[in-house]
């Protein structure tokens, strides 16, 4: 049959204004886009990333209407959405007689196995194509890695460098190095003034009231007549651009950094755009190596090695790790931790100043920097014994750029280790130690950063080494651990037993700290 009324679907974080199926309209074809409780109800989100998404989704359309694209959009509170895909998908091919149905590929697991579940039932053709975002497709990684016990991040980028020429002088990388880490990760020491971070004032007054009218469950603050998140093309540029200008000159040096006084030093705060696809990953690379070659007095190398690490590295690794671990991922948990999270997640009210910092402000922004989610709130997580499941299902609807694919192995594998070290080759955990050596929190907590146990001891000692004890038969003969056993077991019989009685004092009060 001609497939002469074509239906094409397009997810709300698929927002990629350049993909070739939107360079010029096509009589045949008709876009649709749909807000549905389907997508806000299967995890609590933050009330910013609902409606973050659902601006962005609503610029797009008039975009593409703009264009002169045909496009249906349902709104959440249209009484014909029927509030899932397939309901909406089944509708529109029935009463506006389509003869053929298409759709770009999903970047979660979820909606790709709903999708090919659903296009098998249909009564008219159908096909599924790229979304021209990812520099890696979903087998590469798989095929990379093929044979390998564990899946290392550092091959992975230098492959990724020399494939796509990136910092690269022949077959050698720029600078004589391919990572200049030692020089970078310091404590903010008010050696430069911190960039004031771009807000955009965009004004989501009506759909805030639409998801609260409909009851979507959110959390979270919101300034609905000032929603400082891009929510189109033009904003996400801007975002990038002023990250360029005042960001990346300190970006790496201070990667690790954490401060009351900024809640974004020198990030750049772009995982939203980049995630939706309003950004390329490309365009933000070679856009930021543009920069850095202009400027090459004032940016130093390791500060463009470190930006590009974490686009063409980091983000594609773990887009990788996550299709070559689904669906095992998402049961993962291989400490067996069981204990709930703890209340202040929610609320950050506890005493701990690092928890209140992070937490507070991912309620209140949507957003922590990552050495944050790893370091403090990821790392107390671990360190108390919380079920994956629950840290899970917290990262996945707290932050603005929380979509499965790069949250869970994030969470998950790096962060709770619950992949028993397929990722990280040793799990992420601290004492108060690198938290006061990256950070000014300490100074200002109600706990003693010194004291492994006794009054006002740092809950985050006891725990730790709580931690290291229970564990011992899984880690003791890891070589990048086998230090931490050493002091440990040095310790004085009588101090161990203090600090094991300190950590299960806490475990028992966890939600009292
Ligand atoms: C427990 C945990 C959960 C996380 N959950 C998410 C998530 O749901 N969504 C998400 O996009 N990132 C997640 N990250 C990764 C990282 O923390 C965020 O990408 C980053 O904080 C976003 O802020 P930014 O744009 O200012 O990043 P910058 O520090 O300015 O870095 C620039 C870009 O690099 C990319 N990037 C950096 N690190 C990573 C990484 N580890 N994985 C993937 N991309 C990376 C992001 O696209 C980011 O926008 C998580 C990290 C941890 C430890
Ligand atoms: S003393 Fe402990 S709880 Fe307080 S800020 Fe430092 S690490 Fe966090």
Request: net charge positive.
């Amino acid at each position: 049959m001609a497939k002469d009324k074509i239906l094409r679907l397009i997810l709300g974080d698929q927002l990629n204004e350049n993909h070739s199926w939107f360079q010029k309209p096509d009589k045949a074809v008709t876009y649709v886009m749909m807000e549905i409780r389907q997508e806000t109800d299967y995890v609590k989100h933050h009330v910013q990333k609902v409606v973050a998404f659902f601006a962005a989704m609503r610029a797009f359309a008039e975009k593409l209407r703009a264009k002169d694209h045909a496009l249906i959009y349902l709104p959440l509170d249209d009484p014909n959405n029927q509030q899932t895909i397939a309901g909406n998908i089944n509708r529109l091919l029935k009463e506006k007689h389509f003869n053929h149905f298409a759709y770009l590929l999903p970047d979660e697991y979820r909606l790709d196995i709903e999708l090919q579940k659903m296009v098998k039932t249909l009564p008219v053709s159908w096909d599924a194509v790229d979304t021209e975002h990812f520099l890696t497709r979903r087998q590469d990684f798989k095929d990379f890695f093929d044979g390998k016990k564990r899946y290392l991040m550092e091959s992975f980028y230098r492959q990724m460098r020399k494939k796509h020429d990136i910092l690269m002088d022949g077959d050698k990388p720029l600078g004589g190095r391919w990572n200049f880490d030692v020089e970078n990760r310091r404590r903010y020491d008010g050696r430069v003034p911190i960039p004031k971070p771009k807000l955009f004032h965009n004004d989501v007054r009506k759909l805030h009231q639409m998801i609260e009218k409909g009851g979507v469950k959110t959390f979270g603050d919101i300034d609905p007549g000032h929603l400082i998140w891009p929510v189109n093309r033009s904003q996400a540029r801007a975002l990038l651009n002023a990250f360029l200008k005042d960001g990346l000159k300190e970006f790496g040096t201070y990667q690790d950094a954490m401060t009351t006084q900024s809640w974004s030093l020198f990030h750049a705060r772009i995982s939203f755009a980049l995630n939706t696809k309003m950004l390329h990953p490309l365009e933000v690379i070679e856009a930021a190596i543009r920069t850095w070659e202009k400027e090459k007095r004032t940016i130093k190398i390791q500060q463009i090695e470190g930006f590009v690490r974490q686009i063409l590295g980091w983000r594609e690794y773990m887009r990788g790790i996550y299709w070559a671990l689904m669906p095992r991922l998402g049961c993962m948990n291989y400490f067996n931790h069981r204990a709930p999270l703890p209340d202040y997640y929610w609320t950050a009210d506890t005493k701990m100043q690092c928890m209140r910092a992070a937490i507070g402000q991912s309620l209140e922004h949507a957003y922590a920097h990552h050495i944050q989610r790893l370091m403090v709130t990821g790392n107390f997580a671990l360190l108390a014994g919380v079920h994956p499941d629950q840290v899970d299902e917290w990262y996945l609807g707290v932050y603005i750029d929380a979509i499965q694919w790069v949250e869970l192995p994030n969470t998950r594998a790096m962060s709770q280790w619950a992949d028993g070290g397929l990722v990280a080759t040793k799990p992420y955990v601290s004492s108060a130690n690198y938290i006061n050596k990256m950070s000014d929190y300490c100074r200002q907590c109600a706990y003693d950063r010194q004291r492994p146990h006794g009054e006002a001891a740092c809950p985050f000692n006891s725990l730790f080494w709580n931690f290291f004890n229970r564990h011992h038969q899984k880690l003791e003969k890891n070589p990048r651990i086998g230090m931490m056993y050493r002091t440990w077991y040095r310790k004085d019989p009588k101090e161990q037993k203090r600090i094991l009685k300190q950590a299960e004092t806490y475990k028992k009060n966890l939600n009292r700290l």
